[in-house]
C-alpha cells in the first residue's frame, strides 16, 4: 500500500508563493502519472497539475503560468510550486499517484491566501 505525504501548505498573502511537497512512500516510478487536485470549500475537487512517467505535464488555465509541477527520483518526492498566489487559490491542496490498478491519494495540505 503506497502512502503519499504532503507538506508545504500554509497562510501566504496573495502575490506570495508557496512548495508544497509530496512524499512517496515507494519509488514513484512505479506510477505512471502523478498529480495535484485541490478543493475549495463548497466546491468539487479539481485537477490542478498532473506529471507523467516520461516527464510531461499539464495545468489547469487557472494555474497556467504561475504554477510549476516537478518531481525528484532521487526523493520519490513530488513538488508544486505556486507563485503570485490569488485568494482564489485558497483550498486544500491533494496529492495523488496512478498505476495501472490503483488511485492513491495524501492526506491533503491546507493553502490559505488571504491578506
Known amino acids: 500500500q503506497e502512502q503519499l505525504v504532503e507538506s508545504g501548505g500554509g497562510l501566504v498573502q496573495p502575490g506570495g508563493s508557496l512548495r508544497l511537497s509530496c512524499a512517496a512512500s515507494g519509488n514513484i516510478f512505479s506510477f505512471y502519472a502523478m498529480a495535484w487536485y485541490r478543493q475549495a470549500p463548497g466546491k468539487q475537487r479539481e485537477l490542478v497539475a498532473v506529471?507523467?512517467?516520461?516527464?510531461?505535464?499539464n495545468y489547469d488555465d487557472s494555474v497556467k503560468g504561475r504554477f510549476t509541477i516537478s518531481r525528484d527520483n532521487a526523493k520519490n518526492t513530488v513538488y508544486l510550486q505556486m507563485n503570485s498566489l490569488k485568494p482564489e487559490d485558497t483550498a486544500v491542496y491533494y496529492c495523488t499517484a496512478f498505476t495501472t490498478q490503483n488511485t492513491y491519494w495524501g492526506q491533503g495540505t491546507q493553502v490559505t491566501v488571504s491578506s
Open positions: 506529471i507523467r512517467s516520461v516527464g510531461s505535464t
